[in-house]
């Protein structure tokens, strides 16, 4: 079973920084794309940042410059450098991926959450 783990939330105060991580775990035979969503409670979840296996990112406009996604391939790691952050930023953030098993079979998993909470 393949299993996604956030970690790197918690509370902030506007204007700082955060980074989350995302580290899967399982049988794994290649890992596609990789995504970070965030969602607010009563809003549909929102994509935030995502990166292929390829290495090509893709970010939601209004966050990009504030938000830097990266990936470790080897570890099937994914990370969301946040900065200056602002209270709009306050939401649970997932992991997503899609992966394929060692059969071949390609799936799709989403982690448990990580709760960010920007204050004043």
């Known amino acids: 079973q393949v299993r996604l783990v956030e970690s790197g939330g918690g509370s902030v105060e506007v204007g700082g920084s955060l980074r989350l991580s995302c580290a899967a775990s399982?049988?794994?035979?290649?890992?596609?794309?990789m995504t970070w969503y965030r969602q607010v409670p009563g809003k549909e979840r929102k994509l935030v940042a995502g990166?292929?296996?390829?290495?090509?990112?893709v970010y939601d406009a209004s966050l990009k410059g504030r938000f830097t996604i990266s990936r470790d391939n080897d570890k099937d790691i994914l990370d969301l450098q946040m900065s200056s952050l602002t209270f709009d930023d306050t939401a649970v953030y997932y992991c997503?991926?899609?992966?394929?098993?060692?059969?071949?079979?390609?799936?799709?998993?989403w982690g448990q959450g990580t709760q960010v909470t920007v204050s004043s």
């Open positions: 399982g049988s794994i035979f290649r890992m596609n794309d």
């Open positions: 990166v292929t296996g390829g290495g090509t990112t």
């Open positions: 997503n991926a899609d992966f394929a098993d060692d059969l071949r079979d390609v799936h799709n998993v």
